[in-house]
């Protein structure tokens, strides 16, 4: 296997105790048959009104806790809520791996949301009070309040945002790298948020390949799937760099595409080295059972093909909107129409000058007088009198632009 970066030493950058973590064992590590009295389960059974769950349906033979032939069968979780979870979840990562045409599920770390991967990334490479990461404004905020909790300081490179290009200045990003050691983090947000827009692979290769940096880059891929061609194919995410670069870390997720935020599931896509840390970084049961059965359900050859029916459906909308949305009154550009699944649109006063007042008062009126809700963005560098609007469903979108017509017609001029 070609290593692109043979001069980073992972363990330079990782923080000496987490280095030198043993992972917590459990008997059922050893031993997943029997009468299990190890872990101090409630043998009971769950306390539900519907003991089964909805989408959980144990064998007819079973009764909770104890398995028809205790001394062969090992306990299923699936079928056992009031047993612990698989804390490996090999089923859940095989099936990403087959969908991301990834190697190994060695590669991979499942976290609750990107979230906390972003958080894992940070404990592992950061020590508080000393270390640095660096992000890219406009940018997702959590990195910075990640950041915050662990007390690691923020340094910030802004993207070029002149005309809603939201690109890399790489140069500078090099140069700020070079110059401070601290920094163990880079992140990089492509598709970006707010920005809707990916960043150039040249850049993001540059900086992998620069020697000067001996840190990490983690490059957030929330919206990544959202990034395909006509026919629904994805052929923009570094996911498959991992393999070449030891420094890479890319995280994903089944909140957005898959419309499953609600199950909190993430990933993070790096070397066997960074990913085998990680996993002994966190708590040992993160995935819940019902979640690890809904990744696997969207992982599924159903679950993918409605995926991706969802995603082409959203981006026809997406276009919809970016045109009908520059004839309304005090719209002036749509930015980040083009790679995730919201864009941000500009509001401007009556010479067509970017309106951050304006901008606000439509985001309120929006929500309180026409219940609709969207994001006023006109805070962030480069988004100034932007709204950050998700695609919804067609009736929704229809909505919107009835209603946000209303409201941007009675701005005062
Ligand atoms: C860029 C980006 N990364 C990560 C996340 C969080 O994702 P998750 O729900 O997987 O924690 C979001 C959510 O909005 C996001 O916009």
């Not at 692979?201 to 959202?226: N, S, W």
């Amino acid at each position: 296997m070609h290593n692109a970066r043979p001069d980073f030493v992972l363990r330079d950058i990782v923080r000496p105790n987490i280095l030198a973590l043993q992972p917590y064992r459990c008997a059922r590590d050893d031993y997943k048959s029997g009468i299990l009295l190890d872990a101090n389960e409630n043998s009971y059974g769950p306390a539900l009104s519907d003991p089964a769950g909805d989408f959980v349906t144990p064998p007819a033979a079973s009764t909770p806790g104890v398995d028809p032939n205790p001394d062969e069968a090992p306990v299923n979780p699936d079928v056992h809520l009031e047993r612990y979870p698989d804390p490996h979840q090999h089923e859940v990562k095989s099936r990403l791996c087959a969908f991301r045409g990834l190697p190994s599920p060695d590669h991979l770390f499942l976290g609750v949301g990107s979230d906390e991967s972003i958080d894992i990334a940070i404990r592992v490479f950061c020590r508080p009070g000393v270390d640095k990461i660096l992000i890219c404004p406009p940018t997702y905020g959590m990195y910075s309040v990640s950041a915050q909790i662990n007390d690691v300081q923020v340094v910030r490179v802004p993207l070029d945002v002149a005309d809603g290009r939201f690109q890399l200045q790489v140069d500078q990003v090099l140069e700020t790298l070079a110059a401070d050691p601290l920094i163990k983090i880079l992140f990089l947000c492509s598709p970006g948020n707010p920005t809707g827009n990916l960043l150039a692979h040249a850049d993001v290769k540059r900086i992998l390949d620069f020697t000067g940096y001996k840190g990490i880059v983690l490059v957030d891929e929330a919206y990544i799937d959202f990034s395909v061609d006509a026919e629904g194919v994805n052929l923009q995410s570094v996911a498959s760099w991992t393999v070449e670069y030891p420094n890479l870390v890319v995280t994903q997720t089944l909140s957005k595409a898959f419309g499953l935020a609600g199950i909190r599931c993430g990933v993070s896509i790096s070397s066997t080295d960074i990913a085998r840390i990680f996993n002994s970084t966190k708590a040992p049961y993160n995935i819940s059972t019902p979640t690890s059965l809904l990744a696997r359900s969207a992982l599924s050859e159903v679950g993918l093909d409605r995926m991706r029916m969802h995603v082409m459906s959203t981006l026809l909308e997406r276009e919809r909107l970016r045109s009908a949305l520059p004839a309304l009154p005090r719209v002036g550009r749509v930015f980040g129409g083009n790679h995730a699944n919201f864009i941000l649109v500009e509001i401007v006063d009556g010479q067509g000058a970017p309106d951050n007042k304006a901008a606000f008062s439509a985001y309120k009126q929006l929500a309180e007088v026409e219940h609709v809700v969207v994001r006023f963005r006109g805070n962030e560098l480069g988004c100034t009198a932007c709204l950050r609007i998700t695609i919804g469903m067609p009736e929704h979108n229809e909505q919107l632009l009835e209603r946000m017509r209303r409201v941007l017609s009675s701005l005062a001029a």
